[in-house]
């Protein structure tokens, strides 16, 4: 399994960023996919998560109603819209994949098995 992230990139407070990752070596619709972030010094955060069919999502608290979690499972690609963004949304985010039988989401570090290299996101203010 393979993952890669890109679309990071350095941004004003109250600009937007699309992070997309590429999925490859999987059965792409029988993953659940989420993304997550890490700041310096500090531990990796859930940020989204969406189930296999895309019909189940969940977002931090934290950038509920400002990011957007989606799929396309024919291209084996997830994407996370992130607008308005914060100097503390700055970090390295991530994107993770686990397979898993049910559609449902997965919110946890130690739920996904695998992992992309991360992107960088810097906000400036």
């Known amino acids: 399994v393979q993952l890669v992230e890109f679309g990071g990139g350095l941004v004003q407070t109250g600009g937007a960023l699309r992070l997309s990752c590429a999925a490859s070596g999987v059965t792409f619709s029988m993953y659940v996919m989420g993304w997550f972030r890490q700041a310096p010094g500090a531990e990796r955060e859930f940020v989204a998560s969406?189930?296999?069919?895309?019909?189940?999502?969940e977002y931090a608290d934290s950038v509920k109603g400002r990011f957007t979690i989606s799929r396309d499972n024919a291209k084996s690609m997830v994407y996370l819209q992130m607008n308005n963004l914060k100097p503390e949304d700055t970090a390295v985010y991530f994107c993770?994949?686990?397979?898993?039988?049910?559609?449902?989401?997965?919110?946890?570090?130690?739920?996904?098995?695998?992992w992309g290299q991360g992107t960088q996101v810097t906000v400036s203010s």
């Open positions: 969406i189930s296999r069919s895309g019909s189940s999502i």
């Open positions: 993770a994949a686990d397979l898993r039988s049910t559609d449902t989401v997965w919110v946890w570090v130690r739920d996904y098995s695998y």
